[in-house]
């Protein structure tokens, strides 16, 4: 079956962050929009790594990991769509391996479109984890819709600094400029 005769498709990541959560509600808009299938990829490595699983004294069973990883995908979809689901043909896929690997490895189609989210925008984050969106951009073989993130989730992270380094909050500050 060719590629056209399988219909167009797109795909998402999540990971049941808000801003995953944002970039899954916009791709079923996508898919929607575009009469496509939207695939919900998660996917999962085990803690440390495989070599640091295959050389622990008792590692959890890969079975196990995966069935986590297949709730936590439920879970995603629930607090994104509620019972309703995305109202758009899908499917949900648990990829063992890193996030952008899996996203690139599963958006592997010219016609197919990756959506990704925004991610930290913490330095320490940012070293500690590299980004999916920036993996997903540099190695995807179909065009990439990078989210931009929040405003709210930018003016949140800046109150959780400052209440971090116990520096002075008012809370006018919170509400100026809104109504």
């Known amino acids: ?104 490895e599963t958006a592997d189609r010219a016609g197919d479109l990756l959506v990704v989210g925004p991610g930290c925008r913490g330095r320490l984050h940012r070293w500690l984890f590299p980004s999916v969106a920036r993996y997903c951009l540099a190695h995807a073989v179909c065009p990439v819709l990078a989210l931009p993130p929040s405003p709210l989730s930018c003016e949140l992270a800046s109150v959780h600094r400052r209440i971090r380094l116990w520096l002075p909050l008012d809370a006018r500050e919170l509400t100026e400029g809104r109504s």
């Open 1 to 104: 079956m060719s590629e056209e005769e399988r219909g167009p498709r797109v795909v998402a990541g999540v990971s049941g962050s808000p801003g995953s959560l944002a970039a899954l509600r916009r791709a079923a808009a996508e898919a929607r929009r575009r009469g496509a299938e939207l695939l919900v990829v998660i996917a999962w490595e085990p803690p440390g790594g495989d070599f640091a699983h295959r050389s622990a004294l008792g590692p959890l069973p890969t079975a196990t990991l995966r069935l986590d990883a297949g709730r936590r995908l439920l879970a995603a979809l629930d607090a994104a769509f509620g019972d309703a689901g995305p109202g758009v043909p899908h499917q949900g896929l648990v990829v063992r391996g890193t996030p952008g690997q899996a996203l690139v």
